[in-house]
């Protein structure tokens, strides 16, 4: 098996979730049902010097809120939400763009993302992630 130092090398895709992994996991909702989520510079701070190495990014959650694609447009990467099925759309996202799956990471939180998590090179989750991620 590869060590992780030697997979990170050959890096060309980070896949993010969004909610619990952009986000503190947590929506505010107010009396007119409209959400809200709080973020984290860093994050955006980090996101920007990962593009210094050339290295794409994009967000994939299943999440229909606009917030995503806002938070996205803010730090200049792809996201494609309201998505049912991140296997297939992490698995149609490289091979649309010529990466192996073998040199992508994604990095989730929840149940909904194992599938996903699974058929890429390299796995990441935050501290916080379900037991099973």
């Not at 510079?41 to 210094?52: F, L, M, S, T, W």
């Amino acid at each position: 098996m590869r060590k992780l130092s030697e997979k990170m090398s050959n890096l060309k895709l980070i896949v993010y979730d969004f909610d619990g992994v952009m986000t503190d996991n947590k929506v505010m909702l107010d009396e007119f049902g409209k959400e809200t989520v709080t973020v984290n510079r860093g994050d955006g701070y980090g996101v920007g010097e990962i593009k210094k190495l050339g290295i794409e990014q994009v967000i994939i959650s299943t999440e229909t809120n606009n917030v995503v694609r806002k938070r996205a447009e803010k730090l200049k990467i792809d996201v494609i939400n309201a998505v049912q099925d991140k296997k297939s759309t992490v698995e149609n996202y490289c091979r649309e763009r010529g990466y192996s799956l073998s040199e992508t990471m994604f990095i989730g939180n929840d149940l909904n993302d194992f599938e996903a998590i699974m058929i890429c090179g390299v796995k990441g989750a935050p501290a916080d992630a379900e037991p099973e991620i």
